[in-house]
């Protein structure tokens, strides 16, 4: 299986702050990578798929990037909207895997 | 409205069965391959299985292989999960997703139900 590792696991953080999270796969793989938000008591949110492409609808302050084993989220200026979890998931090989998840919190 | 509502969740003694539904509005569901994605309380998301269009691909995570079974029912715009000799360690928030795919491969989950609670005790 593909394990996924993100990191940081919590990060505070203030509005404005550019914010980036890190997703380490355990083997390389295309970039079947997306990623999601997710709120207290609410589904997830696809905010970036095939590594970079943004979601129809989220805002452009989101980017991502990334190869191989290494992929990025990027928050360009955090916004009170923002402070939630985030999770990364590779969709090239089964089982299908998701990171841990990151929490980003305000500072 | 685009969306998917889950329902079918409950309390369910170890060993026993439950069948979740899943149903689809405001898009055809038989266009889509469809997914179930599951959230234990305060953990992270763990994805369960997924079905292609027609039902012929059904993919399973190892843990629920031989146990839960993935179907669809275009005509009625719906999918299935149905679970057998449940487990404690099934017990979770079970979400019903849509899935992108394309050309390049697949694309993320787009369209979330708002999840069913199975409990197993």
């Known amino acids: 299986d593909i394990q996924l590792t993100q990191s940081p696991f919590f990060l505070s953080a203030s509005v404005g702050d550019r914010v980036t999270i890190t997703c380490r796969a355990s083997q390389g793989h295309r970039s079947d990578l997306a990623w999601y938000q997710q709120k207290p008591g609410k589904a997830p949110k696809l905010l970036m798929y095939a590594t970079s492409t943004l979601q129809s609808g989220v805002p452009s302050r989101f980017s991502g990037s990334g190869s191989g084993t290494e992929f990025t989220l990027t928050i360009s200026s955090l916004q009170p909207e923002d402070f939630a979890t985030y999770y990364c998931q590779q969709l090239n090989i089964y089982p299908w895997t998701f990171g841990q998840g990151t929490k980003v919190e305000t500072k | 409205e685009v969306q998917v509502v889950e329902s079918g969740g409950g309390l369910v003694q170890p060993g026993k069965s439950l069948r979740l539904s899943c149903a689809a509005s405001?898009?055809?569901?038989?266009?889509?391959?469809m997914t179930w994605v599951r959230q234990a309380a305060g953990k992270g998301l763990e994805w369960v299985a997924n079905i292609n269009q027609d039902g012929s691909d059904k993919n399973y995570v190892d843990s629920v292989k031989g146990r839960f079974t993935i179907s669809r029912d275009n005509a009625k715009n719906s999918l299935a999960l149905q679970m057998n000799s449940l487990r404690a360690e099934d017990t979770a928030v079970y979400y019903c997703?849509?899935?992108?795919?394309?050309?390049?491969?697949?694309?993320?989950?787009?369209?979330w139900g708002q999840g069913t609670t199975v409990t197993v005790s």
């Open positions: 997703a849509r899935l992108r795919h394309g050309e390049g491969g697949f694309y993320g989950m787009d369209v």
């Open positions: 405001g898009f055809t569901c038989g266009s889509y391959w």
